[in-house]
């Protein structure tokens, strides 16, 4: 329908701009602390500081937009707010802690966050909420979750968020990708023109790989574009009621692309020619089409995208999303592989 691409072509506009912003001027020294907080003096005089990252806030602003978009396809098949609220809150409780404590196990390393850890816990949870929900909630109002839309919603969510969170992987300089000196020919070739130079000592660029000032693969500007475009698609689909589809293709290409873009980067992923990260998202890909077929036959509803919007303009989720972006800020926002010593003084000359 005429609404359906005027809104997409909108929401598509808005990202591009944001990702093309992003690529441009992210990989510069400048876009990496945002502030800096005093907490404490020492013996010589200085403020030891708590570094807040742009990382962290980009963070937050592409989860911000995913769980919008969430809201927005689960509201245009009739979820309620407070059902779409719940899911909302289990799955980031279980997701948020998880994107640290995986990289611990995986990676050994205390500072480091892993979205790949993160989305897998919630792929494999997401049914299950889902159904407890349907148990509980659905079972006191009589409007059951419709399973099918639910995870295509959360799925094409996921791969705006994670699409739009590259450009914090940018800003730190984490998930980087090999130097296009040590690429394949081909590969050479075809990044020639569009590629990353990171610039600044605390990139992890930087200081794990000592590749500051080098021409990279950008790999994380193809991993936003590739999984932005999977979710825009993804909500034509869903908006036209081909919910198996857009789950599919969402959860498809942003998986199987995490899989293989893995031999692009120069990261460490942890040990093995194959990395954990990869076994989970290959693993995650043949969940949910198990899943998929279990719930074959389930309740589909025509999905209406005036519903989807009005869930969205109501006090009540305008502060939950303000209160979400502020949380998710605190928590990825804070540095912890940096520090800052500051020096206060009055001008005299305005006394």
């Known amino acids: 329908m005429i609404e359906h691409l005027l809104f997409v072509t909108v929401l598509a506009v808005s990202c591009m701009a944001y990702l093309a ?41 592409a989860q911000l937009v995913s769980v ?25 409780a279980a997701c948020i802690p998880a994107s640290k404590l995986v990289a611990v196990v995986v990676e050994r390393k205390n500072g480091t966050l892993t979205v790949a850890g993160a ?13 407890l929900s349907n148990a509980t909630l659905g079972a006191l109002d009589g409007s059951p979750i419709p399973a099918v839309p639910a995870l295509a919603a959360m799925s094409i969510a996921y791969a705006f968020g994670e699409g739009l969170g590259r450009l914090a992987c940018i800003s730190f300089g984490c998930c980087y990708g090999k130097p296009l000196a040590a690429a394949h020919p081909l590969t050479r070739w075809l990044f020639r023109r569009w590629h990353f130079v990171f610039h600044g000592s605390m990139k992890k660029i930087s200081y794990a790989a000592r ?4 021409k990279v693969i950008p790999i994380q500007a193809v991993t936003a574009l590739l999984y ?18 857009a789950l599919l293709l969402s ?11 893995e031999t692009l980067r120069a990261d460490y992923r942890g040990g093995g020619r194959i990395s954990v990260y990869q076994w989970l998202a290959i693993i ?11 719930l074959q036959g389930g309740f589909l509803p025509a999905p209406s995208l005036t519903a989807g919007l009005e869930t969205l303009w109501h006090p009540g989720m305008v502060l939950f999303l303000l209160g979400l972006l502020i949380a998710t800020f605190v928590f990825y926002g804070r ?5 800052s010593r500051l020096s206060l003084y009055v001008c005299e000359d305005r006394i």
């Open 21 to 61: 912003w992003g690529f441009r001027y992210l990989p510069g020294e400048r876009w990496q602390i945002l502030a800096t907080l005093p907490v404490r003096i020492d013996a010589n005089g200085q403020w030891q500081g708590v570094n807040l990252t742009y990382y962290g806030l980009l963070s937050a602003a």
């Open 284 to 294: 995650s890909v043949a969940y949910v089409a198990v899943v998929l077929l279990a």
């Open 68 to 92: 919008i978009i969430a809201f927005l396809l689960l509201g245009a098949v009739g979820v309620s707010r407070l059902e779409t609220v719940v899911l909302a809150v289990a799955i980031l």
């Open 251 to 261: 959860l498809g290409v942003t998986q199987l692309w995490r899989a293989y873009s």
């Open 211 to 214: 590749l500051d000032g080098e």
């Open 228 to 245: 932005v475009a999977a979710g825009l698609v993804g909500v034509l689909l869903y908006l036209s009621g081909l919910f198996a589809g």
């Open 119 to 131: 989305s897998f816990v919630g792929i494999v949870l997401a049914p299950w909420v889902i159904e």
């Open 335 to 339: 540095s912890v592989v940096t520090g």
